[in-house]
């Protein structure tokens, strides 16, 4: 990466802020790091949003975009990714309609047409809890990379009543520890950076960023029947983590691809996607 990136210039601003104050730049690299981009849909995803029926639910004083497709059969919860939306299913959605299931998909905080402009993993998760809760029961779920963190975060802390039979968990991590480390490297932060970043983690949340283990909340979800994919050649989120989160699943099954990358969109994967939810044994 280019020593003149904007992500390298914003560490050096930091890293130098942190030699000053520690404390302060521990609270604006949390925030800084958790702002994402809004991106602008494709028209096919803004088309299939547009047959959905959109409502705007307040949530932690957040206004969250859910949308419902079908209106009889168990229920299906998507969860999207880092700067995506819910048109992300649209290769998803439609064909579990058809296979009589009801759809439900969020934007996430500060992503889509949700409000918000600070994003965790955390705050994710209290809005699927509350999805689970006002929009349940929920019979599977399906989510993507932090969508799918998310999820796991969120079944583990609801009553087991309120789980799900089963998950679909596509490309996601085991830590986010993980996620702190990429974000070290993309932007060159020093270890005084780092150190004030997980102090003030703690401040605000009373945990320390190694409390935050997704692959601990999933050996809590031995009720969940889950099937896992994750490309062996994803660049996004490694496939270590994915391996991470089995190991730790009680009867998790899992699903590696070769060549689809991190958002893991073709046919095959959907095809594989669509026999799990339907009870057909996949993966291994």
Do not use: C
Not at 70 to 97: D, N, Q, T
Not at 145 to 158: C, D, E, F, R
């Amino acid at each position: 990466m280019s020593s003149f990136s904007p992500a390298r210039i914003m560490g050096f601003f930091l890293n130098t802020l942190a030699a000053i104050s520690p404390r302060l730049a521990g609270q604006l690299g949390f925030y800084l790091f958790g702002l994402p981009v809004r991106k602008r849909k494709k028209p096919q995803e803004m088309q299939y949003l547009a047959t959905a029926d959109l409502q705007y639910v307040r949530i932690n004083g957040k206004k969250i975009a859910v949308y419902h497709w079908g209106f009889m059969g168990p229920i299906v919860l998507l969860a999207h990714g880092w700067e995506s939306h819910a048109g992300r299913w649209r290769k998803v959605a439609p064909l579990l309609v058809q296979a009589g299931f009801q759809v439900v998909a969020v934007d996430a905080p500060a992503h889509g047409r949700s409000e918000g402009r600070h994003f965790t993993m955390l705050k994710y998760a209290d809005v699927l809890r509350a999805v689970f809760q006002r929009f349940g029961p929920v019979d599977t779920v399906i989510g993507h990379s932090v969508g799918g963190a998310a999820l796991i975060w969120a079944m583990g802390t609801l009553s087991p009543a309120l789980r799900p039979r089963q998950a679909v968990i596509l490309a996601s991590f085991s830590t986010l520890h993980y996620i702190m480390e990429n974000a070290r490297k993309l932007v060159g932060a020093s270890d005084t950076l780092m150190r004030a970043m997980d102090d003030y983690i703690e401040r605000v949340t009373g945990h320390r960023i190694s409390y935050y283990s997704i692959a601990h909340m999933a050996e809590k979800l031995g009720d969940v029947e889950a099937l896992l994919i994750h490309d062996r050649h994803d660049r996004v989120t490694a496939f270590r983590e994915s391996e991470s989160l089995v190991a730790a699943w009680p009867g998790a099954r899992f699903m590696v691809t070769e060549g689809f990358g991190h958002g893991l969109t073709a046919p095959q994967v959907v095809s594989t996607v669509l026999e799990f939810v339907h009870g057909e044994a996949v993966g291994s």
